[in-house]
């Protein structure tokens, strides 16, 4: 087995056979031989430094009806908001105040939010804030929209492509989401000049090893920036409600394996990954993910932009956030810096 992953440390790449034992090895030494690779390979770029994002959760209205997700527009008992220019404002206050700077703006995709009004909103963030980046995850959009919104001054955009998968695609969304459109969609972005992140989640219902392997594929053939996986887990008002939550286990291989792929990406250590397990974040990090994302969105709306149940970090201020995420990331011997974390190939 070591020597497979020496393989892949060497070449970057591995047959579909190689993968899948990696994916499914389960012996301790060998993960923990993987894991140390990948570390190896981060901090020969990136050193001991841990990039913070600063997440605003600035509307759970979405269209879509995705069948994992807590948003879905049929769930009747989602609560939902949508915060105002201000309230967005002021998360990017108190977000620079803290040491971010990124900002995330992550939302449901709410028609509300136009490019009329996501254009000002942009240019006013960037006007404020020069030294930040500025990610947007606001889901699907024509390619002339995300043009203007990447001319208004986004940096970055985050579109997870799911699965790479077409049939495992479908049977995790309604018949009215189209799968090529979602990857046009990212190689749009790319053609734009974004920092493109896509992913996927790990365990969602119906996947399989060969559906993994097909999404390493597709991350080899995209080379995307940034790379967001962490494992499924149910939401209580889905369709998929007793499914079982992703395993931890293979999401810390897989991000081991791709931080060995790509070199460069940008890995975050997820927060669906902190709450399947309570140290999910740090074994990200030692699995050789090099981000994290604390939550700015204020905290009266924190409860309810709920993707899956179980959220962890709820109920804090955006202070006590940063202060245990620090606190986390020091004690696994990595380091929180106050810098925007660009990909080497945008600095
Ligand atoms: N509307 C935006 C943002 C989606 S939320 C978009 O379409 O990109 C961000 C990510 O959360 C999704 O891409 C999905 O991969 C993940 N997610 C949604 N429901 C989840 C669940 N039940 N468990 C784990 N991750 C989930």
Redesign the pocket.
Known sequence: MKSIIDKLVKTRDLTDEEFEQLILCEDKETIEYLAAKAREVREKIYGKDVYLRGLIEFTNY?KND?L???IRRSNKNAERYRLTEEQILNCCEVGYKLGFRTFVL????DAYFSDEVLIPLIKEIKEKYPDCALTL????REKDSYQKLFDAGADRY???H?TADKEHYESLHPAELSFDHRMQCLWNLKEIGFQVGC???IGSPYQTVKHLIKDLRFLQDFKPEMVGI??????HDTPFADRETGSVDITLKLLSIIRIMLPEVLLPATT?LGTADGLGREKGILAGANVVMPNLSPTDVRGKYL??DNKICTGDEAAECIRCMTLRVQKVGYEVVQKRGDHIRFI
């Open positions: 979405c995705c994992y997700c807590g992550q939302g449901g995709e995850s606001v889901g699907e985050l579109l997870r799911e992913g996927m989640m962490g494992p499924f887990i149910p939401h669906a993707l899956y």
